[in-house]
């Protein structure tokens, strides 16, 4: 099996985690993760991706094995995230890569991939949203209420998401056999997550969410003029972004392969052969050396 490295980069002052894998002179492919997690989302699926490619996993700033300053010392944006995630490709001299986004991970690639198109070979989608179609409104309201106005109440409410039970919930909601996912996960996402002071982050980008949505047309505008291959696997299950936000991506890019699969949010702990046949699949067909 293809070795995983572990590796820090400082990139504008802070120490960013990164998990590294493959030959470095085989098309790049950067695995952007979503909230609660961290590159560990990535685990099973990276040594896959690794016999044929070079493979870059950061943490965001506040995640994982990342630095994690202050919210009162830096103002986690998803703009601040992705200028991170530039940074980081920057100094390793990645120029050309596909993207796969998840959850967070997706406003963050978004921004990279408008800024700079001709970066992106390809994209993997799974319940990376880009489309209003894709929010659940039962899960999104409360980030909603809370986005609107910052009461005791909206917050009280919104802090429920970084409780375990949440965090499990993310994890096992839309899928059908639970006993195939690792209590590991929620435990691990939950620890780091709970750290002093990293409730005040994770309130800031609940909060600094608001500024994606409004992007989605530039996205599309990006979709419709550039024509990236993209595919998107996804969790029929899923509670957060439903399979309506996958099969929006081909209103603007009629040639996107889309499969929605048995499982959740967090797709890759329960069906992690099926998608990671269905992603390599698709990067054969799409990249080459």
Same mark, same amino acid.
């Given at each position: 099996?293809?070795?995983?490295?572990?590796?820090?980069?400082?990139?504008?002052?802070?120490?960013?985690?990164? /998990?590294? +894998?493959?030959?470095? &002179?085989?098309?790049?492919?950067?695995? #952007?993760? $979503?909230?609660?997690?961290?590159?560990?989302?990535?685990?099973?699926?990276?040594?896959?991706?690794?016999?044929?490619?070079?493979?870059?996993?950061?943490?965001?700033?506040?995640?994982?094995?990342?630095?994690?300053?202050?919210?009162?010392?830096?103002?986690?944006?998803?703009?601040?995230?992705?200028?991170?995630?530039?940074?980081?490709?920057?100094?390793?001299?990645?120029?050309?890569?596909?993207?796969?986004?998840?959850?967070?991970?997706?406003?963050?690639?978004?921004?990279?991939?408008?800024?700079?198109?001709?970066?992106?070979?390809?994209?993997?989608?799974?319940?990376?949203?880009?489309?209003?179609?894709?929010?659940?409104?039962?899960?999104?309201?409360?980030?909603?209420?809370?986005?609107?106005?910052?009461?005791?109440?909206?917050?009280?409410?919104? /802090?429920? +998401?970084?409780?375990? &039970?949440?965090?499990?919930?993310?994890? #096992?909601? $839309?899928?059908?056999?639970?006993?195939?996912?690792?209590?590991?996960?929620?435990?691990?996402?939950?620890?780091?997550?709970?750290?002093?002071?990293?409730?005040?982050?994770?309130?800031?980008?609940?909060?600094?969410?608001?500024?994606?949505?409004?992007?989605?047309?530039?996205?599309?505008?990006?979709?419709?003029?550039?024509?990236?291959?993209?595919?998107?696997?996804?969790?029929?299950?899923?509670?957060?972004?439903?399979?309506?936000?996958?099969?929006?991506?081909?209103?603007?890019?009629?040639?996107?392969?889309?499969?929605?699969?048995?499982?959740?949010?967090?797709?890759?702990?329960?069906?992690?052969?099926?998608?990671?046949?269905?992603?390599?699949?698709?990067?054969?067909?799409?990249?080459?050396?």
């Amino acid at each position: 099996m293809t070795a995983v490295h572990h590796r820090y980069a400082t990139v504008q002052g802070h120490q960013i985690f990164y /998990r590294e +894998a493959g030959d470095a &002179d085989a098309p790049a492919i950067v695995l #952007l993760h $979503g909230f609660p997690t961290s590159s560990f989302m990535f685990r099973g699926l990276i040594p896959v991706l690794a016999e044929r490619y070079h493979v870059i996993a950061p943490d965001h700033l506040g995640f994982g094995f990342s630095d994690a300053p202050p919210a009162a010392e830096f103002d986690y944006t998803f703009d601040a995230l992705s200028d991170l995630t530039k940074g980081l490709l920057q100094q390793l001299g990645v120029d050309r890569y596909a993207l796969y986004v998840q959850d967070y991970g997706a406003p963050i690639g978004w921004r990279l991939a408008v800024a700079e198109p001709g970066a992106i070979t390809a994209i993997v989608t799974q319940s990376g949203n880009g489309y209003d179609d894709g929010f659940v409104e039962s899960f999104w309201k409360t980030v909603w209420d809370y986005q609107r106005e910052q009461t005791p109440e909206t917050e009280g409410a919104i /802090r429920a +998401a970084l409780s375990l &039970d949440v965090t499990k919930w993310q994890y #096992l909601t $839309g899928v059908a056999d639970e006993t195939l996912v690792s209590p590991d996960t929620w435990h691990h996402d939950f620890q780091l997550i709970s750290r002093p002071g990293n409730d005040e982050i994770q309130l800031k980008l609940f909060r600094d969410y608001a500024t994606n949505a409004p992007q989605y047309p530039a996205l599309h505008s990006y979709f419709r003029e550039k024509q990236p291959p993209l595919l998107a696997v996804w969790g029929k299950g899923d509670p957060i972004f439903g399979p309506a936000g996958a099969e929006a991506f081909g209103r603007d890019l009629p040639d996107a392969e889309i499969h929605l699969l048995e499982g959740g949010h967090f797709l890759l702990e329960s069906a992690l052969d099926e998608a990671a046949g269905l992603i390599t699949g698709f990067l054969d067909r799409r990249l080459a050396r």
